[in-house]
Nanobody, 124 residues
Framework: QVQLVESGGGLVQAGGSLRLSCAAS????????MGWFRQAPGKEREFVAA????????YYADSVKGRFTISRDNAKNMVYLQMSNLKPEDTAVYYC?????????????????WGQGTQVTVSS
């Protein structure tokens, strides 16, 4: 099992930037594909971005492509989500998740461990 703790959320104006961080402990971090998901009020949780264990493969939701960047530092057991040009529709609770495989993935049901989430609010 992997324990995940997100940080870095907050309130930002439209067009601004935030960097989310996720600290992982437990299983060998480099063996875990990692993902970011988000859930807006009244909506289902959705995929945002994912990265493979080595960092060589990344996937993005169409809605964030070109604005968000996922990265990881295996030496520090950290995964990041750099968010730029934020829009009000990016407002959500953002969750970090880990897989028991090195592969990145876009499906929530392929992730085994989840953090508690961090709130991101983008004002217009």
């Amino acid at each position: 099992q992997v324990q995940l703790v997100e940080s870095g959320g907050g309130l930002v104006q439209a067009g601004g930037s935030l960097r989310l961080s996720c600290a992982a402990s437990g299983r060998t971090f480099s063996m875990s594909g990692m993902g970011w998901f988000r859930q807006a009020p009244g909506k289902e949780r959705e995929f945002v971005a994912a990265i493979s264990g080595s960092g060589s493969t990344t996937y993005y939701a169409d809605s964030v492509k070109g604005r968000f960047t996922i990265s990881r530092d295996n030496a520090k057991n950290m995964v990041y989500l750099q968010m730029s040009n934020l829009k009000p529709e990016d407002t959500a609770v953002y969750y970090c998740a880990a897989r028991r495989t090195v592969l990145a993935g876009t499906r929530q049901d392929r992730y085994d461990d989840w953090g508690q989430g961090t709130q991101v609010t983008v004002s217009s």
